[in-house]
């Protein structure tokens, strides 16, 4: 089997993981309940677990809350970044690996007017779209390495976008955790 089809299938089974586990019943609640009970120890879990969801099509967005509820504010900031940066390289390196170059105009379209005239490797298009919530990381997930956008420049855009969502989403954690006194 050609690299190129290894890392398609390792990419494809990555993303099919989340749906699987879903599709099996996973209990948000009970992984909360017992991810709390193993302290720190849990750090080494959620982190994994935000990586997988960050490749894979599936929000990573309730592992980010997670991390808040369990953390605080701080530590959950800091577990989000982790993991969304270790999405955001591993699916970079999955797709480049494993995609022909292609064009993508129907997703321009969908891209407000400011953004769609930068070039794709332009920082400010970088970091411009990964702050659309919900779907902007995925959209420069795909479009950096198939476009062939460095990835010193990929890295440091998406260090500087993925900071301030990573904050947010652990401040509303940790603030679901006070509001109901956990």
Do not use: C
Request: hydrophobic share 55%; aromatic share 14%.
């Amino acid at each position: 089997m050609k690299m190129r089809y290894k890392t398609l299938f390792l990419f494809v089974a990555l993303m099919a993981l989340p749906l699987a586990a879903t599709a099996f019943g996973f209990d948000l609640k009970g992984a909360v309940e017992w991810m709390r009970a193993q302290g720190p120890w849990a750090f080494f879990f959620t982190v994994p677990a935000h990586i997988l969801l960050s490749i894979s099509p599936m929000s990573s967005d309730p592992v980010a809350l997670t991390n808040g509820f369990i953390y605080g504010t701080a530590l959950g900031a800091a577990a989000n970044w982790l993991g969304s940066m270790g999405g955001a390289v591993a699916g970079y390196w999955l797709i480049r690996r494993s995609a022909e170059e292609v064009s993508l105009p129907k997703h321009f379209t969908k891209l407000p007017r400011w953004l769609r005239d930068l070039p794709v490797a332009s920082p400010l298009f970088l970091i411009g779209v990964r702050m659309i919530p919900f779907i902007g990381g995925d959209i420069v997930k795909f479009m950096a390495p198939l476009y062939r956008v460095p990835f010193a420049r990929y890295l440091w855009t998406q260090a500087v976008a993925i900071a301030p969502w990573a904050v947010f989403l652990a401040a509303v954690g940790a603030g679901v955790s006070l509001f109901i006194g956990q």
